[in-house]
């Protein structure tokens, strides 16, 4: 039977861990949507990686109180590698399908880049926010899809020098940054690899490039460039086909 999943933050569930409120999208679609009612069993996660079976005590039209029966093994287990896919700024709905695919293929975090190149630019800090939450919702929305109790962290956009910074701060992470040229390929990488890696950030560029400042940038700041075969991608499939791969190569994609 395929489980009915909702979502509820850690914060919802009382003290004990003896029940949960759904807050009022949760609830609407538990009445409205699927019509349960009282007594019918349901599965909620917690968006950390817990997962309780649970069944409908009350139900209202914008609050729904569940009693827990028992934690749950989630229906699907988190990959081991903890990937953070950096992909800079994309127009339209291409960065919502980087979001959504990243988040059904196990990626721990995505990370909006604003680069030199990219075709689109925030207005202020109030269109970042809608942003935010907009992919937010879509990384939600396919954690219930695809079975995962943890939900994708949606960071706040960050300048390309701020997050090339981050490779000297943390030293003990893999950093790769995906390029259309100057690279090598991602089996000579992996070879270099003393080990098989546990966390990595993976920088996919934007639809109008890398500028040669930024590749240099980053080699010197000691990422290594990535590039994958002779054809060149568009930046959301690049994102994804980038995620397939390293969840292969280090998580479980087997």
Request: net charge neutral.
């Amino acid at each position: 039977m395929t489980r009915r999943r909702f979502y509820a933050p850690p914060s919802a569930f009382d003290s004990k861990l003896e029940s949960v409120m759904l807050a009022t999208d949760e609830a609407r679609h538990l009445r409205e949507v699927l019509r349960l009612k009282v007594g019918d069993e349901v599965h909620v996660f917690d968006g950390a990686g817990r997962e309780f079976r649970c069944s409908i005590e009350d139900s209202r039209r914008d609050s729904a109180r569940l009693k827990v029966v028992g934690e749950v093994t989630p229906a699907r287990p988190e990959s081991p590698l903890r990937l953070n896919l950096a992909v800079a700024l994309l127009k339209g709905e291409k960065f919502d399908l980087v979001v959504q695919k990243a988040t059904e293929l196990g990626v721990s975090k995505v990370t909006p880049v604003i680069t030199k190149l990219a075709d689109i630019r925030l207005r202020d800090e109030g269109d970042a926010a809608k942003r935010v939450a907009r992919w937010q919702r879509i990384a939600l929305e396919a954690t219930k899809q695809c079975g995962r109790a943890v939900v994708p962290q949606i960071t706040n956009p960050v300048s390309f020098a701020s997050l090339i910074n981050e490779a000297r701060d943390q030293p003990s992470s893999s950093y790769l940054m995906f390029s259309e040229r100057n690279g090598q390929s991602l089996n000579e990488a992996v070879s270099q690899l003393s080990a098989k890696p546990s966390e990595v950030t993976a920088m996919v560029g934007s639809e109008g490039g890398w500028a040669d400042e930024e590749l240099e940038t980053a080699r010197s700041a000691g990422w290594t460039i990535i590039t994958l075969g002779g054809r060149i991608l568009r930046a959301e499939t690049a994102a994804i086909v980038v995620a397939v791969l390293l969840q292969h190569l280090g998580g479980d994609l087997i």
